[in-house]
């Protein structure tokens, strides 16, 4: 066992509404990312979350706010 402990960052997930906002995309756009696996959902039926760290990675990815898959 390590003498250091690892610091995790706890999620901070938003409704799909902010999560595009957020992004500068529209909601579409952001539940085609999670359905095709760029992007994880969190949440429950009929409440879906996404992680602002998660989603901030994968435009910085994507090379910025684009609109499409």
Do not use: H, I, N
Not at 39 to 52: I, K, M, V
Request: without cysteine; aromatic residues 6%.
């Amino acid at each position: 066992m390590s003498g250091r402990a690892r610091l995790t960052r706890p999620r901070r997930a938003v409704p799909t509404q902010l999560a595009a906002l957020a992004a500068g995309v529209p909601e579409a756009t952001v539940r085609k990312w999670a359905s095709r696996g760029k992007l994880t959902r969190y949440g429950r039926p009929g409440r879906a979350e996404y992680d602002l760290d998660e989603l901030y990675a994968l435009l910085v990815e994507r090379g910025g706010g684009e609109t499409g898959g």
